[in-house]
């Protein structure tokens, strides 16, 4: 269906929003459309995170402080070959590894290498794998075994410094989206939104260092103030500026938008989903049921995506 008999059309146009960003989730729709279809894809169990340093983690960020490590798996101290062949067994595709950063940036999954690959060869589940911050070396470690990297990739020094509380630079992660790549790692660049206390600060300049290199999908992660942590408090990213980073991300790339899993939950979940989905988006983690609403409304075909991570085709 041509966009100009799209249902789409008539939805945004009923928003209300500003012209501008009206304008831009038009656009954005219909790229989608010349792209994907009318095929939406959605991810509704996602790979099992878990964490190789159990709950301890170098860094003190603003918006974690180790929160979201104690909701993981703890695979550390021998438990990771049981705890991942456990999972197999139940059925799991695949597992994401996580954990804390140590002091050079990096989340240690290479440094499990040999365990992995035989979780691998005994289990064939499929290894995503937050990498964080990476050198050449570690890039050729992880290829050994990973087959997906999840990179955070942050477009500003400040944010860097203020929120991370990290002593690198907005060029040490397009270092290591260059390292990843080279090592013949597929990518999943993911874009938090709203990381500087809510608010826009390097989203935009992170699209354009991704832009270099070739991203199998971006996903768009959105900032949780979360409970126990300093940002506990602080009002989520205004929607329109997901929105202003979703359009964006449609316009630059030719490849899957994919709206996280990690965004906020409740009535601003549902107001985003329907936004995001509006905005160009094809794939949408644990979707909420609004997302289900708006896709049928809009007469795209759902499709369900069990026990896969939204980062993969």
């Known amino acids: 269906m041509h966009y100009d008999q799209h249902p789409a059309m008539n939805i945004i146009d009923a928003l209300e929003i500003d012209s501008g960003t009206r304008a831009s989730m038009h656009r954005a729709f219909a790229r989608r459309l010349e792209l994907f279809g009318n095929d939406i894809c959605f991810f509704s ?37 049981p705890l991942a062949c456990n999972l197999a067994a139940k059925g799991s595709k695949g597992i994401l590894l996580s954990g804390g950063s140590v002091p050079d940036g990096s989340v240690p999954t290479y440094r499990f290498s040999e365990i992995i690959q035989k ?15 990476v050198n050449s070396l570690q890039a050729r470690m992880l290829s050994d075994f990973l087959d997906m990297a999840l990179v955070d990739v942050i477009g500003d020094n400040d944010t860097i410094h203020d929120i991370l509380g990290f002593d690198v630079r907005v060029e040490d992660y397009e270092r290591t989206l260059r390292e990843l790549s080279s090592a013949g790692i597929p990518l999943a660049p993911h874009i938090i939104t709203g990381l500087h206390k809510g608010q826009l600060r390097g989203e935009f300049k992170a699209l354009e260092i991704i832009k270099k290199f070739n991203p199998e999908v971006i996903v768009i992660v959105v900032f949780i103030p979360t409970e126990r942590t300093l940002s506990e408090g602080t009002p989520p990213p205004d929607i329109s500026d997901v929105v202003r980073v979703i359009t964006k991300a449609r316009e ?3 490849v899957s938008v994919s709206l996280s899993c990690v965004r906020p939950g409740g009535r601003y979940r549902s107001i985003l989903d ?4 509006l905005s160009g988006v094809d794939r949408v983690a644990v979707p909420s049921r609004k997302a289900y609403e708006t896709s049928m409304r809009l007469g795209l075909e759902i499709k369900e995506i069990p026990k896969m991570c939204c980062s993969y085709k």
Do not use: Q
């Open 45 to 81: 169990e996602p790979f099992t995170p878990v964490s190789l340093t159990g709950s301890r983690c170098s860094l003190r960020c603003w918006h974690c402080n180790s929160h979201y490590l104690r909701h993981m798996l703890d695979g550390s101290l021998g438990n990771l070959y």
């Open 119 to 133: 979780i691998k060869k005994d289990t064939g589940l499929t290894i995503s794998a937050h990498t964080g911050i």
């Open 252 to 254: 630059m790339f030719d």
């Open 274 to 277: 329907m936004y995001a989905i």
